[in-house]
């Protein structure tokens, strides 16, 4: 019989990684930090409504464990997850975790739910119904294959050189890959080709911030586009209505 000892003195620490998603503050902390951008220490710590010095442990244990990497800028230290693969992490596990109802009589809190879940940045690409049904579409006109794994086809690459989107080929990142979309359930578009995708629709405006959530609105000129470029509408199968532009305090 192998050796308890033995057992658990090699290979990776996946419970020490468990451990650092154990704690709701820390948890919190990540999903907020899905949208890519960094956070300091008190804008966190008021996300989560714990105190400075509170927020400062947990983010000292996120950053030694590899989960987030800090920056410092004068007397600010802000911190973003690590990279991509940790994002696509966090949203799986996201995924697969039990879902919270928002408070009785909250409107504001079940807002910001819908909104997220109709359209929100996952790290640097597009989720909810906005980024599944893009992946949907773009699967349909055969702009990308799963027959193999997911791949962009010729005609993707063509189609993305239509837009004005020149990938940089790079070691560190696939240009496709699926992420499971955790309101949604179902896989949305990640990888080179996502973030592309993504910057793009707000370089070009199809797309705005609602307030400084991750939850994203379809402009006008984004509603064409979408239409135009990949057959979505409104009352498209791939997507139930579109999230339109609208004041949401933060």
Not at 19 to 47: I, P
Not at 54 to 63: K, P, R
Not at 166 to 177: A, E, I
Not at 188 to 201: I, M, P, R
């Amino acid at each position: 019989m192998m050796n308890s000892t033995h057992a658990h003195g090699h290979g990776p620490d996946l419970a020490a990684l468990a451990g650092l998603l154990a704690d709701s503050t820390r948890a919190s902390f990540c999903l907020a930090l899905l949208d890519g951008r960094a956070w300091t220490a008190t804008e966190l710590a008021r996300h989560a409504g714990v105190a400075a010095s509170t927020a400062t442990g947990h983010l000292n244990l996120l950053v030694t464990g590899g989960l987030l990497a800090q920056e410092r800028q004068g007397r600010h230290r802000y911190v973003r997850l690590a990279d991509s693969d940790t994002a696509a992490l966090i949203e799986n596990l996201a995924s697969r975790a039990p879902r919270r109802a928002a408070p009785t009589g909250s409107l504001p809190a079940v807002s910001r739910s819908r909104a997220l879940a109709r359209a929100r940045t996952c790290y640097d690409h597009l989720a909810g119904a906005l980024g599944v049904a893009i992946t949907r579409a773009m699967t349909d006109r055969g702009l990308l294959d799963w027959e193999r794994g997911l791949t962009i086809t010729g005609d993707g690459t063509a189609w993305l050189a239509e837009l004005g989107i020149t990938l940089t080929p790079t070691n560190r990142r696939p240009p496709v890959r699926s992420c499971l979309d955790w309101t949604e359930r179902r896989p949305h578009l990640a990888g080179t080709v996502g973030a592309a995708l993504c910057l793009h629709a707000f370089d070009a405006g199809w797309i705005t911030r609602i307030g400084t959530t991750r939850a994203v609105a379809i402009t006008d000129t984004g509603q064409r586009a979408l239409r135009e470029h990949l057959g979505l509408t409104e009352d498209s199968k791939h997507m139930d209505s579109f999230p339109q532009p609208q004041c949401t305090s933060s």
